[in-house]
């Protein structure tokens, strides 16, 4: 609510598209529109759109602009391969839907084509098919070639879902591969989420509060400090000592009751302090294990015996009160056992195996997709597509951390 960055970056979500240029000529070339295997025998415009990039996106442009120098930009990327457009706040503002950044680039995208090429009436529909896929015969753009971070509305399990509807293996090439803004971006707009559908208010604010800044952001280093702890020998195990220890340290927890074997029962008086802790602690877990295997495929085991552990050390509960450890006993069963299809970098807090765990499990996801040296066959390249390539380009998604800490500095008093 407060910090500018997260607000931008949230903002951005909404207007940053990529259009894939290449994709679009390749269409209108072949007439292999609509998606896979839909190929349309005897249509086809050869256009040269790749060279003609800088003109199209002045186009794209223009056709954009609320008002001159307001914030819209259409930049041309690989070569004029990819162009990223942000579309303006004032053309998002005016309506009440998200899917405007989209909708409203494809439709520019196509007005600048058909301009451009004095493409005529017969051979405008195919210049709509290339850009829009096989919409609106389908919900979503199928085999289309602007693509926004958010699903269309209806693929949303419920209210307040949308941000929480982006896959892993977005997130992991906006970052470009680095486990700790992968996390934070995914935290950031798994949390923000939270406040969407209303579970981050009154009593339970501070908890999703408290586990953005300290799983998501770092606070006091302590994701950090955890993981490098651990870099060299650690293994899971070790990471539940450190976070323990660390909790213990720091006046999070303290002993309640010793029992005649030994055991040391903890008790906490800030809960939600103990959970930013352990929600820690299960990142640092997962960097650990997903680091030295350098493959994302771990992440459900470290979801389970990261919080088995650490209720057994503590008797206190685990991360986000043992949703966490039950989201990584489905997503176990749905990755590597009866179905074998769902390899990490696909998941999102939208899916149906990692849906209930409210905001604390897919920052874990995102960073150990991060850290994956190509062990899947999917990889988060053929996931994402052009997607998280071209809004890498973005430096508040791709850097999410600096932003946000630069943003909290200037704030700091104001608040």
């Known amino acids: 609510m407060q910090n500018p960055a997260i607000q931008k970056m949230v903002s951005y979500v909404k207007q940053c598209v990529s259009v894939n240029l290449e994709g679009v000529e390749k269409a209108l070339a072949t007439g292999a529109v609509g998606g896979k295997g839909c190929v349309i025998n005897g249509r086809s415009l050869k256009v040269d759109l790749v060279k003609s990039a800088a003109s199209i996106a ?48 494809a439709a520019a995208l196509c007005c600048a084509i058909v301009d451009q090429f004095k493409v005529n009436i017969w051979d405008a529909d195919l210049v709509h098919a290339s850009v829009w896929g096989r919409y609106p015969q ?22 307040g879902y949308a941000l929480r509807n982006v896959p892993c293996a977005h997130i992991a090439l906006i970052t470009k591969k680095n486990a700790m803004n992968a996390a934070a971006l995914s935290s950031i707009l798994e949390q923000a989420a939270m406040f969407e559908m209303g579970d981050a ?36 195990g070790d990471v539940v000592v450190s976070t323990v220890k660390r909790a213990i340290a720091d006046g999070i927890i303290k002993p309640l009751a010793k029992a005649p074997s030994g055991y040391v029962n903890y008790t906490t008086d800030d809960l939600s ?25 771990h992440t459900p085991s470290v979801f389970i015996y990261f919080n088995d552990l650490v209720e057994r050390e503590t008797s206190l509960p685990g991360v986000d ?12 069963f749905f990755s590597h056992s009866i179905y074998g299809g769902g390899n990490p970098a696909v998941f999102a807090g939208n899916h149906i195996v990692t849906r209930h765990s409210k905001g604390f499990t897919i920052p874990c996801v995102a960073a150990a997709v991060a850290l994956d040296a190509g062990t899947t066959i999917y990889t988060p390249e053929k996931i994402s ?31």
């Not at 971070?149 to 693929?155: A, D, E, K, R, T």
């Not at 300290?214 to 302590?222: A, H, K, S």
């Not at 009160?321 to 176990?332: N, S």
């Not at 071209?390 to 104001?414: C, H």
Request: with cysteine; hydrophobic share 40%.
């Open 273 to 297: 302090k103990w959970n930013a802790y352990a929600s820690a602690g299960l990142l640092a877990g997962t960097m650990v294990t997903c680091g030295a295997a350098r493959s994302m495929q």
């Open 321 to 332: 009160f043992g949703r966490v450890e039950g989201t990584g006993v489905e997503m176990a």
């Open 138 to 159: 389908t919900m979503e753009m199928l085999g289309g070639n602007v693509a926004s971070l958010l699903s269309v509305p209806q693929q949303n399990e419920g209210m």
């Open 201 to 236: 208010i009154g009593d339970f604010e501070r908890l999703h509060l408290m586990g953005l800044a300290y799983q998501g952001l770092n606070v006091n280093n302590l994701v950090y400090d955890i993981v490098k702890e651990n870099a060299k020998k650690g293994t899971l």
């Open 58 to 105: 002045d186009e794209v442009k223009k056709n954009l602009q609320v008002s001159a120098n307001d914030d819209t930009e259409v930049k041309v990327l690989k070569g004029g391969k990819h162009l990223l457009v942000k579309v303006p706040a004032k053309r998002l503002n005016a309506g009440v839907e998200y899917t405007t950044g989209a909708t409203s680039t």
């Open 385 to 415: 597509g052009t997607t998280g390539e071209v809004l890498s380009e973005v430096p508040e998604l791709r850097e999410p951390l600096k932003y946000v800490n630069e943003a909290a500095v200037a704030i700091k008093g104001g608040v």
